[in-house]
């Protein structure tokens, strides 16, 4: 008999949902992340379209059966753009934080204070930028916002953009959150490259890290969804 599961967790670039067929479609993510049996999920690259019959934002939560925190970064002329939580434990709070860098792209990071199981924890959302002194700077600002330990327990995920695992952001990451051991999930035809990260603090709460590789969700981004489990390890 199994128990003491732990709270299953990802995190996913869904790339403005179009898949690597070049068609847009939040159902074919939707289903992935139902598939993946998640209790909350971060989510990098939303587009989201606002329109008569309502937005994108609404109909994920609507598909999944899960409520959707937006950490929009950009507004646009039909919407927004940005990070978002889709989760199915209670919301207790929410932040926002700008982590922009001079004329680049807009980035931000969403904190979402949850309880589980009795416990209150915060999940952080982020998107790193592509450039490596401007991912430098936002590391610097990460770990900076998330170190005090009126943070702890925390789940940070995301896309992070660092091509370089052994480059100074990924370094600075270790340090604050020990060993890092994510999956290759980009391109997600062929993973070469770990982009995608989980971490937490403290570091040993968080175990089981894969990419989820199925038909659909090889299809559904141009990157692969990544797993974890948070808390205890199963028991037989």
């Known amino acids: 008999m199994k128990s003491n599961r732990g709270l299953r967790v990802a995190t996913w670039n869904i790339h403005m949902g179009i898949g690597l067929d070049g068609k847009r479609d939040l159902s074919r993510i939707s ?6 049996g998640v209790a909350l999920i971060g989510l990098q690259e939303v587009d989201n379209h606002v329109g008569q019959v309502g937005d994108d934002i609404g109909l994920l939560g609507q598909l999944t059966g899960m409520r959707v925190i937006a950490g929009p970064t950009m507004q646009r002329m039909n919407g927004d753009y940005g990070n978002a939580l889709l989760t199915s434990l209670p919301v207790l709070n929410v932040e926002r934080y700008d982590l922009s860098v001079g004329q680049r792209e807009p980035r931000g990071l969403l904190i979402v204070h949850q309880e589980w199981l009795g416990q209150k924890i915060q999940v952080a959302v982020t998107h790193l930028g592509l450039r490596p002194g401007e991912r430098r700077s936002q590391v610097r600002r990460l770990i900076e916002c998330l170190s005090a330990e ?27 959150f020990g060993t890092i051991s994510s ?24 175990h089981s890290l894969q990419a989820f590789k199925s038909p659909l969700s090889r299809i559904a981004s141009d990157h692969l969804p990544m797993t974890g489990i948070y808390g205890n390890r199963e028991c037989q």
Request: proline share 12%.
């Open 31 to 36: 289903e992935v992340i139902k598939q993946m």
């Open 183 to 206: 999956p290759r999930t980009f391109p997600a035809h062929w993973p070469l490259f770990r982009l995608d990260h989980i971490l937490a603090d403290p570091p040993d709460k968080l």
């Open 150 to 176: 009126k943070r702890k327990p925390l789940i940070l995920m995301g896309d992070f953009n660092e091509w370089l695992f052994w480059g100074r952001p990924m370094r600075w990451l270790r340090n604050h």
